[in-house]
């Protein structure tokens, strides 16, 4: 899919590292700001080739990997920071690396270190009926991830409210949980521009992943879809030219693509209400009845995806949990 190269603004370069395999994302999105030194919002993942297509979209600008002043990583996830260690050891291991203060645990190297299958993973597959053959096949894939990241350990952590000021940009930190629980956009207030992460993509309904490990959690009654409708109440009314997301094409219609959202978190809801009135079930053998297909990999996108909807259905009292498991069922009131 051909993509339309982003708008010439002042003082921002825009990067799209091709992601050949991962067609729903198409891109991963890095942008350069301000005047040199610059700041850089994300890495791109640790893809082979990955490295020196940024080397030569800074050739291309004119710039050099030392003219960095400091990282911004928009999220934790492998594909928004697996080139920070790279780019940092490039420049001489000097430049700042900064994100959410809830997800900086998640690209350090604690956490991959950790056992690659916790315990609190393994209770939750238990909990939403998952069955072996797929577990095995989401440890796999999870181990593909990490292997596109290096680690770091001494990133700074953001805020809601932090203002990142520089030479030609002034950039306001907006904490949108939901995706992730540290998930952040960047305003740019001068050119209007909002950097978004994985919260707004124009392809694809970004998905407010289920957080497994809990006891990472600054709040602990999180709930990612909850959160992540409320982040993108936050964003409204906010005075953006264009919108720059961490994957595929750059967007103008801010609320209009919020509104396509709600309206599809409301449809994707009643989807989620209709199969469990058919009987009560766990939460897996609600698949087929909720997606028309899921495709191999996405098996644990697709349990993310129902047991946040049905978490938002107990909130507004259409379905209860009648048995905690596990397997935990649910049922339609
Ligand atoms: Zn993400």
């Known amino acids: 899919m051909l993509i339309k190269p982003f708008p010439e603004i002042n003082n921002v370069h825009s990067i799209a590292i091709p992601l050949p395999g991962f067609s729903d994302l198409i891109t991963s999105n890095l942008f350069v700001i301000g005047n040199v030194p610059v700041t850089l919002i994300d890495t791109g993942p640790k893809f082979p080739g990955s490295f020196e297509f940024v080397l030569k979209a800074f050739k291309h600008a004119g710039l050099k990997i030392s003219d960095i002043e400091r990282i911004i990583i928009t999220h934790g996830h492998v594909d928004h920071f697996g080139l920070v260690g790279k780019i940092i ?26 056992e690659e299958w916790s315990e609190e993973a393994g209770n939750f597959m238990a909990m939403v009926h998952m069955p072996q053959k797929e577990i095995e096949k989401i440890r796999n894939r999870f181990s593909f991830f990490n292997q596109l990241c290096d680690p770091i350990d001494e990133a700074s952590p953001l805020e809601d409210g932090d203002e990142i000021l520089g030479a030609g940009y002034h950039l306001r930190v907006i904490h949108t949980p939901g995706h992730s629980p540290g998930t952040i956009c960047l305003y740019e207030s001068q050119e209007k521009i909002l950097f978004s992460g994985d919260h707004i993509i124009k392809h694809i309904t970004p998905n407010p ?17 909850k959160a992540y409708m409320q982040s993108l109440h936050k964003l409204k009314g906010l005075d953006v030219r264009f919108v720059f997301p961490g994957h595929g094409e750059f967007i103008t219609d801010l609320p209009g693509i919020i509104s396509t959202y709600v309206e599809h978190h409301r449809q994707r809801m009643d989807r989620v209400w209709d199969a469990l009135k058919k009987k009560p079930r766990p939460l897996y053998d609600l698949i087929d009845d909720v997606f028309n297909h899921v495709p191999e990999t996405d098996v644990f996108l697709a349990v993310s995806e129902i047991l946040v909807h049905l978490e938002m259905l107990i909130n507004e009292g259409r379905a209860s949990l009648v048995d905690p498991g596990p397997p935990a069922f649910y049922e339609a009131l």
């Open 209 to 225: 992943l289920v957080e497994v490990r809990r006891n990472r959690l600054r709040d602990p009654d999180y709930q990612s879809l």
């Open 89 to 114: 050891e490039t420049a001489g291991g000097l430049i700042p690396c900064l994100i959410h203060a809830e997800d900086k645990w998640r690209i350090s190297s604690e956490a991959f270190q950790e």
